[in-house]
């Protein structure tokens, strides 16, 4: 498997992801990486919330969530547990 060049566009982390094609040294990917993509995400999943008339509790500490129906679980550390 080949490896492809990843950098972060906001924090300029970089780190490698497998890749079927073939890359070459000076190739790299501009993408966000997991901690600034919740960063981004997180406002705006907490104004989905909030007009879905749920807490905007996404992704705030804590370790407990009862809102079943809500969309964004998969995503959220306080569900972790409780799958
Ligand atoms: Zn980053």
């Known amino acids: 498997m080949n490896k492809m060049r ?3 566009i906001k924090c300029k982390k970089e780190w ?4 079927s094609l ?4 000076e ?8 901690s600034c993509f919740r960063k981004t995400i997180t406002p705006v999943i907490h104004r989905k919330q909030l007009y ?9 500490p804590g370790n407990y969530c009862d809102e079943f129906q809500c969309n964004y679980r998969k995503w959220c550390s306080r ?4 799958a």
């Open 22 to 25: 073939s890359w070459g040294r």
């Open 16 to 19: 490698q992801k497998d890749s």
């Open 27 to 34: 190739d790299i990917t501009s993408s966000l990486c997991d």
């Open 6 to 8: 990843v950098k972060c």
């Open 52 to 60: 879905r008339g749920h807490l905007d509790c996404f992704d705030k």
């Open 79 to 82: 569900a972790k547990e409780a």
